[in-house]
């Protein structure tokens, strides 16, 4: 198990204001330039993340050290694979306190994006790490939720991979498999040869959080109907 548990918060404030469309030398510049200070001061993100071997594969799914996950496009994924890394990232539960003594709306919204900021940062420290641990070569990500074809349901058996991982990082699930704190990342990195989003097999329009365009090519010759 690796447990990067004080990973270092640095945000970028000049990107930060041009995606918040924040004309640089403003009030709300300044604001959000002192809560920036405060979420850098208080932030401390931190994940973990270990090496899990695959078992067997079914139609339907994998079973990754006794666990068994129902997913074809997991299954897909994993075809050529013998190994994968479940993590979890978050921004820990001292942003999420500091956020939430937010009663303006918009800084809210700031001190979200902050959160959210943070938590990306975590996710790119570790796989960092992780690559420089293990040397899988071009990685990928597939997190529970992110299509109906892998229900949210299956955090819990990655979870249980990790362990107890509200002891080690302070993250829980509740009873509709959502992490606390909010912003938070949950997903298995797997080795590919090409990238792979999720977003690729989902048809949402309009989601602020799509990484990659929906590909319908990709959708029937790779994975079939879902």
Known sequence: MHVLDNIPLHIDRQFLCQSLRIKEGSERAAELNRMIEEAESIGRPRGMYREAYIDDRSDSGVIIEGIAFESRVLRINLETAERVFPLVATCGRELEEWGKGFDDMLLRFFADTIQATAIGEAF???????????????????SPGSLDDWPISEQVKLFRLLGDTEKIIGVTLTEGFCMIPLKSISAL??????????????????????????????????????
């Open 124 to 142: 790119r420290v570790m796989i960092d790490h992780l690559e420089n641990q293990y040397h899988p070569g071009k990685v990928s990500p597939m």
């Open 189 to 226: 990195i797997f080795p590919t040869e090409v990238d792979f989003h999720s977003c690729q097999l989902c048809r949402r329009e309009n989601c602020p959080e799509r990484r990659a365009p929906y590909d319908a090519h990709l959708h029937e010759t790779k994975y079939g109907k879902l």
